[in-house]
């Protein structure tokens, strides 16, 4: 087999070549800040590829396209792979522009769209909360005057919370306005509005091979979000106990959102749910994506199993000994990571010194001037912690988030 696959993820973590196996031919394209520096590091994670190209400008670029087609004429790719939130669409037309099956561009719109997912969702029964598409300004006030505040406004395609609002009272709309000029013109906006849930967030990963599910568990942010490191607050994740009683429904109705899409038959993925905090409202999605979460998760998810969950998606496709994945997590873990915010970093620690911390880094460097965060997975410092029990992994990860509140020195922006 010939794969092209598109990449955006350090190369150190993704070894696609050694995971697939040397009877198949990879040619890579490869956003360049992905690439390690250093010329030893980057021959050895370069050396097993047919070929590669190396991309300055990456994101959105239709440069990118026009190389991989380019590369096509030469190399008559069997199939086109990617993992990342905006090159699972680029891959999408690049299959159907190829004339190689697979992953459909209207298959991948009913993942990236998150209107478009919710009406398939709902046609299912899979519990929502109520949403409707916006696209003028009186799409939202019509749906504030049938549901009330709050709501939340997103983009239909967008990811790592870039660009959620929660609107509150109407004092909130002016900002929104203002932020999305384009709900007044005849085109409009690409938005979506549903209703706000005061809630727990569990995040559900997992791998599917042939149809087969090798992979599929829960984890709780507990009482953060992923809105909360956008406004300069850590976000702490940990997996599920195999004996909680929120634990198998979770596993259910992930699967029952995948059942209800138009899932490939192999793929990684990542779903959201939400617990309703305060009423009867229960579990309800939010919404599911054919890409592993971010924010760390992947490392979470092989400090507990002890396998990569890609190792194993590629190791199947290939052929190449895939890992045994555990019914259930060999420990339990968890992760927290803290964001950078408006002001100059005078102090990070370079080593952690709580107890049961199992990975600690920190990413930034004194002097730094640093803005807040843009995405809920952007950070300064992370750490991985294990345990065994959720709460035993939650105790741990406040603990760290104590210790590095008192150690990291962030001046206040001018």
């Not at 955006?8 to 198949?24: F, I, K, S």
């Not at 209107?115 to 899979?126: E, G, H, P, T």
């Not at 002016?174 to 938005?191: Q, Y």
């Not at 038959?265 to 990542?270: A, D, K, P, Q, T």
């Amino acid at each position: 087999m010939r794969y092209l696959i598109l990449n955006r993820t350090a190369l150190t973590m993704r070894r696609y070549d050694l995971w697939l196996g040397p009877e198949h031919e990879v040619v890579l394209v490869t956003a360049a800040a992905a690439v390690p520096k250093d010329p030893a590091e980057r021959a050895a994670v370069l050396a097993g590829y047919a070929h590669v190209e190396c991309v300055e400008s990456f994101h959105f670029d239709p440069a990118v396209d026009r190389l991989a087609l380019a590369l096509h004429e030469k190399w008559h790719f069997d199939d086109v792979l990617a993992f990342a939130e905006f090159d699972l669409m680029r891959a999408a037309r690049l299959r159907a522009s190829m004339g190689i099956p697979g992953h459909a561009p209207e298959d991948v719109m009913a993942f990236r769209d998150k209107f478009a997912m919710k009406v398939r969702l709902a046609a299912s029964d899979v519990p929502l909360l109520p949403f409707a598409a916006v696209t003028y300004a009186t799409d939202v006030l019509d749906f504030v005057a049938e549901h009330g505040y709050p709501i939340v406004v997103k983009p239909r395609r967008g990811g790592g919370s870039m660009d959620v609002e929660v609107l509150r009272g109407p004092e909130d709309l002016t900002g929104l306005f203002e932020r999305n000029p384009e709900l007044g013109t005849d085109d409009g906006a690409h938005l979506l509005a549903e209703t706000y849930l005061d809630h727990e967030l569990f995040h559900i990963d997992g791998v599917l091979v042939d149809g087969e599910v090798r992979m599929v568990w829960p984890s709780s942010q507990g009482d953060t979000t992923c809105l909360d490191i956008v406004n300069g607050l850590s976000l702490r994740s940990s997996l599920m106990d195999p004996e909680d009683p929120l634990t198998e429904p979770l596993r259910e109705m992930t699967l029952a959102a995948l059942e209800a899409l138009p899932t490939p038959g192999s793929c990684v993925f990542h779903a959201e749910i939400f617990r309703d905090r305060q009423g009867d409202a229960g579990l309800v999605f939010n919404e599911i994506a054919v890409r592993m979460g971010g924010g760390m998760i992947e490392d979470m998810l092989e400090l507990g199993f002890g396998v990569k969950p890609h190792e194993v998606y590629f190791r199947s496709l290939g052929g190449n000994n895939p890992p045994e994945v555990p019914e259930r997590p060999l420990r339990i873990a968890g992760v927290t990571l803290f964001p950078p915010r408006p002001g100059t970093l005078v102090e990070i620690p370079e080593e952690c010194p709580v107890p049961d911390v199992a990975v600690y880094k920190s990413y930034a460097k004194p002097g730094t001037v640093m803005s807040g965060a843009q995405f809920s997975t952007d950070k300064i410092a992370s750490a991985l912690a294990t345990g065994g029990s959720r709460k035993e992994v939650e105790d741990v990860l406040a603990e760290v988030h104590a210790w590095f509140e008192r150690a990291a020195v962030v001046t206040d922006a001018v």
